[in-house]
């Protein structure tokens, strides 16, 4: 998703951090996956093993992380799902899968 709103992002080693200083990595792309970088890493960790890591922020709300964008894409990515199935099983904010109802 990031790379959608930063075209300078594509193809980049991106991890996704809550909004505090030095918070743990909520969500992590195929790049940096494969430069070793993993979910619930601490950012400074993260960007100890990988300089080239750009790490993005969540946006915050009064004081708490502001998820819709994430939670609006996965809706949206839900819908396009819908096209083939309706039995979806939501893993989470960003992630789901289709289950076959072929016999």
């Known amino acids: 998703m990031e790379e959608g709103l930063d075209p300078k992002l594509k193809g980049k080693a991106i991890a996704v ?5 030095n918070s743990g990595i909520i969500a992590v792309n195929y790049p940096a996956k494969a430069l070793g970088i993993t979910r619930h890493m601490r ?11 750009f790490v993005v922020k ?13 939670r609006d894409a ?22 789901g899968m289709l289950i076959n109802d072929f016999p």
């Open 43 to 53: 950012e400074r960790e993260a960007l100890a093993a990988c300089k080239e890591l």
């Open 58 to 70: 969540v946006a915050s709300k009064n004081g708490k992380a502001d998820i819709s964008k994430y």
């Open 17 to 21: 951090c809550q909004y505090q200083e």
């Open 74 to 95: 996965g809706a949206r990515v839900a819908k396009v799902f819908q096209k083939y199935t309706n039995l979806i099983e939501r893993a989470s904010i960003d992630e």
